[in-house]
T-cell receptor
Framework: GAVVSQHPSWVICKSGTSVKIECRSL??????MFWYRQFPKQSLMLMAT?????????EQGVEKDKFLINHASLTLSTLTVTSAHPEDSSFYICSARATPGVPEQYFGPGTRLTVT | DAKTTQPPSMDCAEGRAANLPCNHSTISGNEYVYWYRQIHSQGPQYIIHGLKNNETNEMASLIITEDRKSSTLILPHATLRDTAVYYCIVASGGSQGNLIFGKGTKLSVKP
C-alpha cells in the first residue's frame, strides 16, 4: 500500500514553455501533498505544501506564480512550471501524507525536467 | 535547516551489518525520528521511524538513545541494493510536521 505515482517520469521542453507534472496517490487519500525539488548532488528542498481544496503554501524563495500547484482532489496534485528556463531543470518529487498529524510521507518516483 | 547531523559517507561490506549514526541533540519531546533512503534518481523510500523506544521492521532496526539525542539505523545484512543516501529526519506531528532533508549519509555497500 501507500503508493504514489508521478507523470511524466521525464520531460524535455523548450525555454519559455510550460510543463505540468501530475502526482497521484494510488491506494489512499492524501490529506496533504508536498512538492520538492532536487538539484544534482544536493538534498531535497521543499517547495510547497498543498491541502485538497486549498491554496498551496510556498516555501520562502519559491515563486508561486511560476510554480503553480493545484490540489483538485484527495488523490491528485499537479505542479505546473510556467515559462520554464534552463535553471528550472531539476528533479521534481512529490509526496503525500495519508494521516493528518502524522509526519510520515510517501514519495513518488520523481520527474526529471530538462529545459533547453 | 535540518536538525540532524550525519556522516557524509560510509562503506559496508556485503552481508555485514550497516550501522548508520545520527545526532539530533535538539530534538523536542513530541518529535519523531524518521529514516528514509534515496537510491540514485528515485524518490525517497520510507524505512522506519520511532519516538522513544527501539523499533524493528522487515527492513531495519532503529536504536534511539535514552536521552533521545542520537539514534542508529541498523541494516542487519546489507546487500548491494542497499547502496543509497540515507536521511535521518526529526519531525513532529500536527500541521507543521514537514520533513526537512539534510545532506544524509551516502552508504556504499561493497562486494
Amino acid at each position: 500500500g501507500a503508493v504514489v505515482s508521478q507523470h511524466p517520469s521525464w520531460v524535455i521542453c523548450k525555454s519559455g514553455t510550460s510543463v505540468k507534472i501530475e502526482c497521484r496517490s494510488l491506494d489512499f487519500q492524501a490529506t496533504t501533498m508536498f512538492w520538492y525539488r532536487q538539484f544534482p548532488k544536493q538534498s531535497l528542498m521543499l517547495m510547497a505544501t498543498s491541502n485538497e481544496g486549498s491554496k498551496a503554501t510556498y516555501e520562502q524563495g519559491v515563486e508561486k506564480d511560476k510554480f503553480l500547484i493545484n490540489h483538485a482532489s484527495l488523490t491528485l496534485s499537479t505542479l505546473t512550471v510556467t515559462s520554464a528556463h534552463p535553471e528550472d531543470s531539476s528533479f521534481y518529487i512529490c509526496s503525500a501524507r495519508a494521516t493528518p498529524g502524522v509526519p510520515e510521507q510517501y514519495f513518488g518516483p520523481g520527474t526529471r525536467l530538462t529545459v533547453t | 535547516d535540518a536538525k540532524t547531523t550525519q556522516p557524509p559517507s560510509m562503506d559496508c561490506a556485503e552481508g555485514r551489518a550497516a550501522n548508520l549514526p545520527c545526532n539530533h541533540s535538539t530534538i523536542s519531546g513530541n518529535e519523531y525520528v524518521y529514516w528514509y533512503r534515496q537510491i540514485h534518481s528515485q524518490g525517497p523510500q520510507y524505512i522506519i521511524h520511532g519516538l522513544k523506544n527501539n523499533e524493528t521492521n522487515e527492513m531495519a532496526s532503529l536504536i534511539i538513545t535514552e536521552d533521545r539525542k542520537s539514534s542508529t539505523l541498523i541494516l542487519p545484512h546489507a546487500t548491494l541494493r542497499d547502496t543509497a543516501v540515507y536521511y535521518c529526519i526529526v519531525a513532529s506531528g500536527g500541521s507543521q510536521g514537514n520533513l526537512i532533508f539534510g545532506k544524509g549519509t551516502k552508504l556504499s555497500v561493497k562486494p
